[in-house]
């Protein structure tokens, strides 16, 4: 593959990669088989989605994959009448994509990928842009068309649990053949996963063989428990590191993250900048 192999390109040998590879779902996974639903009258499970491929991610001055942790169906068993359509068709292979539309207006991208679409990957995204000396949109959707984004987990635990399954190296296993296919295809400059899935020493063989010139970023999760508890120890490196960004890009992302004291989310900023 070259830097001009366009990303529908690359969505396309992923498509098509990802359906020669996929036979069925691991037993633990939703929808399980019993699970019954007007919604998806042929009891099909639904198939693990390719990345989020961005129009500008082969352009962009390094190709930047990020994932998520798992996905994380639950709340659609909970209430099944809020799945969306693009699930219940061909689109669920790609379904990063298809819930990424033009009508959305909060101010983070719609991905169906929870901690993209509230932001906080986003803008830890922009901050390691920044550290590296590397020009980004200011706009976050279209920052977003310069990464491939996705879960490294391709399967929602079934039983309406709203589980992460990271620390789990049984429950990754059906995944890992999906994450070697982004590899090979994808071929990122730098990857950034979460650190409990990158402690996995098969996701580090994975890495090393296939792309062992990338530059990995192993990230804690991003979310309120993370910043507020367990990062408090970063409280005065956050607050150099928010005056040094102030007036920037990153604080007026920072300023729409929800769930966060004023200047909290620096603390992982903090973070990001020891590894």
């Known amino acids: 593959m070259t830097d ?15 359906q020669n590879e996929f036979t069925s779902s691991p037993e633990w996974a939703f929808p399980s088989k019993q699970w019954d639903n007007s919604k998806n009258p042929l009891r ?22 990020l994932y998520a942790s798992a996905e994380n169906l639950a709340h659609y068993e909970r209430k099944p009448e809020t799945i969306p359509d693009f699930l219940c068709d061909d689109r669920a292979w790609n379904r990063h994509r298809a819930a990424n539309v033009e009508g ?6 719609r991905l169906h990928i929870g901690p993209v679409e509230n932001g906080s990957l986003l803008c830890a995204v922009l901050f390691i842009c920044n550290s590296l000396g590397l020009d980004s949109p ?8 310069n990464l491939a984004v996705a879960n490294l987990g391709k399967f ?6 709203s589980v992460d399954y990271a620390g789990n190296i049984r429950m990754l296993k059906p995944s890992l053949p999906f994450f070697q296919v982004d590899l090979e295809v994808l071929q990122p400059d730098i990857l950034i996963l979460p650190k409990t899935m990158h402690a996995h020493q098969i996701v580090r063989d994975l890495i090393s ?3 062992p010139n990338t ?7 991003f979310n309120s428990t993370v910043v507020n508890i367990h990062l408090k120890r970063n409280d005065l490196q956050a607050i150099e590191l928010a005056a040094q960004y102030k007036g920037t890009v990153l604080e007026e992302w920072t300023n729409h993250l929800t769930g966060y004291r004023k200047g909290y989310p620096f603390r992982y900023y903090s973070e990001l900048e020891s590894i």
């Open 156 to 161: 929602s635990i079934a039983g309406n649990k």
């Open 209 to 211: 063989e296939i792309v």
């Open 4 to 18: 001009q192999f366009s990303s529908g390109k690359i969505e396309t040998e992923l498509l098509d990669r990802y």
């Open 44 to 65: 099909k499970p639904f198939p693990p989605s390719i990345p989020f491929v961005g129009k500008n991610y082969n352009q962009a001055p390094k190709k930047i994959v």
């Open 215 to 221: 530059h990995v970023i192993p990230v804690l999760q």
């Open 138 to 145: 200011k706009d976050p959707k279209l920052f977003l068309e």
């Open 104 to 109: 959305w207006d909060k101010f983070f991208p």
